[in-house]
């Protein structure tokens, strides 16, 4: 059984960055595959990032290539997500999520352990 825990959301300025983090405890996070999703309000939770458990492959969704950039520190059970050039529409509550194995999936569904959420708020 993993918690994981989010931090770092608050209300930020377009063009600010942020660093969100995910803290995990109770498992062995190694071997976990991790992922971050977010939602807005009226809108079904979505893909943002992913990295495999050793942090050799990440995948993002298209509107935040560039721009964001997943990782993790194995020693202390913490994966980050770093959020540049930060624009209104990033605005959500986001979610770290943690699925077993070495794949990575861009799927909702697939992952069996989530954190509460950290909310992201980018004023214009």
């Known amino acids: 059984q993993v918690q994981l825990v989010e931090a770092g959301g608050r209300l930020v300025q377009t063009g600010d960055s942020l660093r969100l983090s995910c803290a995990a405890s109770g498992g062995t996070f190694s071997s976990y595959s991790v992922g971050w999703f977010r939602q807005a309000p009226g809108k079904d939770r979505e893909f943002v990032a992913a990295?495999?458990?050793?942090?050799?492959?990440?995948t993002y969704t298209d509107s935040v290539k560039g721009r964001f950039t997943i990782s993790r520190d194995t020693a202390e059970n913490t994966v980050y997500l770093q959020m540049n050039s930060l624009k209104p529409e990033d605005t959500a509550v986001y979610y770290c999520?943690?699925?077993?194995?070495?794949?990575?999936?861009?799927?909702?569904?697939?992952?069996?352990?989530w954190g509460q959420g950290t909310q992201v708020t980018v004023s214009s």
């Open positions: 999520a943690a699925r077993s194995g070495a794949l990575i999936s861009t799927d909702v569904a697939a992952y069996i352990y």
């Open positions: 990295i495999t458990r050793r942090g050799g492959i990440t």
